[in-house]
């Protein structure tokens, strides 16, 4: 029997709509009707796949504002981010409306004959979406994957469903064949389990929790079905004593805070350099204390609530079994608040220095020299991304190269660009989304040899 969700608003924890939760009698036809769409789509020329999603592009760009607005009302998320974000999707769709053209294989010389290579289409994806980033995270998917040729079903998370659910009407609106992209809302136990052990569904494509990331690619196995896995952080932000210690300072809350920590590029590790750490933390104090905690329906607003109750919970937790150094301010009253939190660190092994707490809390820690550095940030079992602080650029290349991580920024904190590969090391993830190669993951290569003869 279908069940239904009600939607927060974690701001004000107020409900905003119920919505259906498909079973799985409802995920299994989704299923089906995408994998009956799928042989059109596949040989649905290149050049109309790309008129396609150019298409579905324009009429992304056209709402950007409606869904700024549901993502802030249904995640907490910041207008600023949130215009990020639905611009994000945009520019995703127009990136890869340029692959299906592009989609090239190889010629191979061989004796008697040519051989030739080809990316071929998996046939259904599915693709599993946290809560931390429902546009950008759904896009990064479905937006490589229809350029390759797959069709698509995506579950969002249930506390965030309603942008994806928008996109899906929007793919409609825009002249995707039916089932080609279908938005099934429901919950991971039902119909993010059902894309695992559906036949039909060729790849699982998952953002989430390592946990959950381990007991898909367990599942997986079973088929051989392929994964692509995206999964938690811990990431380290390195200050080396001869950076430029004010831009390192005002830089660092916004790594960490942004979206209230719920990031899994996160840099919720400081790493100074034990001769500027003082300088450094006295730095640091009014950076953290100027952030604009509002409430995100105030577009001057920085940073919002945390998604959920039991996230709040999960967060304090943390901070509670830890000793806050100084916090930032947040609202009280309704809605899931919690200040940008900074903790003083010196135990390699403590809780908070060790685990993702994905909330607005920021661990700092001395260290003496490159080797020490090095070694402390890669003392995680995660490997996603990080920064690197220095005014050396041989150190800046050497520690770069010795970070075990997918995504590292030097003199800055950027790792995601649309059109460069994102992805984790370790239990970061496996595979990489986005930049050129991203609908290969999508594909598997088929060589073909013909004879002269
Ligand atoms: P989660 O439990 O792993 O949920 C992520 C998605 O998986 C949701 O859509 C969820 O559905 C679904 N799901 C849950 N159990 C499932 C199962 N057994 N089979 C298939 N799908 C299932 O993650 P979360 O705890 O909500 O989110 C926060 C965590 O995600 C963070 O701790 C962070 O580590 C990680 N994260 C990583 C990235 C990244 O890019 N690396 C990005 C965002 C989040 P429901 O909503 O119905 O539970
Ligand atoms: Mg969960």
Redesign the pocket.
Known sequence: MTSTYTVVNPATAEAVVDVAMADLVETDAAIERAAEAFPAWRDTAPGEKARLLRRFEAVVDDHVEDLDELEVRNSGHTWGNATWEAGNVRDVLNYYSAAPERLLGHQIPVAGGIDVTFHEPLGVVGI??????PMP?AAWGFAPALAAGNTVVL?????TPLTAIRLGELAIEAGLPEGVFTVIP????V???R??THPAVRK?C????????K??MA?AADQLKRVTL????KSANIVFADADLAKAAASAPAAVFDNAG????ARSRILVERSAYDEFVSLLEPAVKAVKVLDPSDRSSEMGPLISAG?HATVKGYVDAAEIAFAGSAPDGPGFWFPPTVVLADDPAATIWRE?V?GPVVAVMPFDDEAHAVRLANDTEFG?SGSIFTRDVGRALRVSRAVEAGALSVNSHSSVRYWTPFG?FKQ??IGRELGPDAPHAFTDVKNIFISND
Request: glycine content about 20%.
């Open positions: 599993i979406v946290p809560w931390n980033f995270i579950k969002p998370a249930e506390l429901g919950k991971g136990s119909t993010g389990e894309f695992v699982v998952f953002t989430g929790s390592t946990a959950v990331g007991r898909i599942g995206e999964l938690g952080g719920q990031d899994c590029c996230q993702e994905f996603l984790g970061s993830g």
